[in-house]
């Protein structure tokens, strides 16, 4: 639970998700520690299982590829049948997030795809395998999606902002590019050294190859994926149907978002629903306050919404 650490490990795990390739002198400069007592500390909130990786925020659009989201709802399975088709998507190098849920669908999935064409491939192919166990299905396209920083593990409001939206122009990348990306993106926290030696680079070529992509939005920053479970907390998605929005009340709506400690997405979607909302919450009381909460304040624009309640199974925004 969050209130087995004491302040420091909760000081530790906010600067960590505000960025991950922060140096533990770095960390300990904040937090008023040193940093030999602040690296001993990280590594203990890994040992003991609160800290599951370091991963690497990507605008995959900067890329060139798209983010497609399929919603199923399966039938006629078994425990064992459904860990088959959960193991099909983690092992399927389009797939950027799986999660399994509690609520009407059983699982969502992300996939990127360069092309509708692309997609429609990785889809039919989902269907050939899977086809059998699928009762009903939901295909959506994301069209942008702020990330904010976890607040709640800190008295501060959200400061951090990541993007993930459209580009005028997509950037390119060459093979060093690429093998910088699939180093890091599961493990954002590896050091230049460390990525010298494994890709047998100058420090020169890889500060700034890194620098390069930051700059161009290609990566939006590295985060931590905790153990919510060891945290206390619980992973909510809310999909929303509007009425009457315009680009005014959504930019409110998004405000309001970035300002409430316990949502760290917004998520625009094209197809059946509009957006998706990402909270990690203490028990299913906070999580039904909050809702009340955004569905009063916000009554004028929401028509429908639906809750779920999922269990992560892969996130890794590079997994080629």
């Not at 425990?79 to 509690?102: M, V």
Request: charged share 30%; proline share 1%; glycine share 4%.
């Amino acid at each position: 639970m969050l209130n087995k650490l004491d302040l420091k490990d909760k000081k530790i795990l906010y600067e960590l998700d505000l960025n991950s390739r922060q140096s533990a002198s770095q960390i300990s400069k904040k937090i008023g520690l040193s940093k030999e007592v602040t690296n001993y500390r990280i590594n203990n909130l890994i040992k003991r299982g609160f800290i599951k990786y370091f991963y690497t925020v990507l605008n995959t659009l900067a890329l060139g590829y798209y983010h497609y989201k399929i919603y199923l709802k399966l039938q006629n399975i078994t425990p064992e049948i459904e860990e088959e088709i959960i193991d099909y998507f983690l092992k399927n190098k389009n797939c950027i997030w799986l999660g399994s849920c509690s609520g009407n669908w059983d699982l969502a999935v992300s996939l990127l795809a360069k092309n509708t064409t692309e997609f429609i491939e990785l889809y039919q192919k989902t269907l050939m395998s899977h086809g059998d166990y699928i009762l009903e299905k939901n295909i959506l396209v994301i069209d942008k999606a702020p990330t904010f920083n976890r607040a709640y593990l800190s008295d501060k409001i959200n400061t951090v902002e990541l993007e993930y939206k459209s580009m005028e122009d997509i950037v390119g990348t060459d093979e060093v590019d690429r093998k910088i990306l699939s180093s890091i993106a599961i493990n954002g926290r590896i050091n230049i050294i460390e990525l010298m030696d494994k890709l047998n680079l100058s420090r020169e070529i890889v500060s700034y190859r890194i620098n390069k992509m930051r700059k161009f939005g290609i990566i939006q920053g590295f985060r931590t994926a905790f153990n919510l479970d060891k945290l206390g907390y619980k992973y909510y998605k809310v999909l929303f149907v509007f009425k009457n929005i315009n680009s005014k009340k959504e930019d409110n709506f998004i405000k309001f978002c970035k300002q409430n400690k316990n949502i760290v997405q917004y998520i625009k979607l094209i197809g059946n629903w509009d957006a998706e909302i990402e909270f990690e919450v203490k028990d299913d009381l906070q999580m039904r306050e909050l809702l009340l909460n955004i569905r009063s304040e916000f009554s004028d624009i929401i028509r429908n919404n639906e809750q779920l309640l999922v269990y992560e199974k892969k996130l890794n925004y590079y997994p080629f």
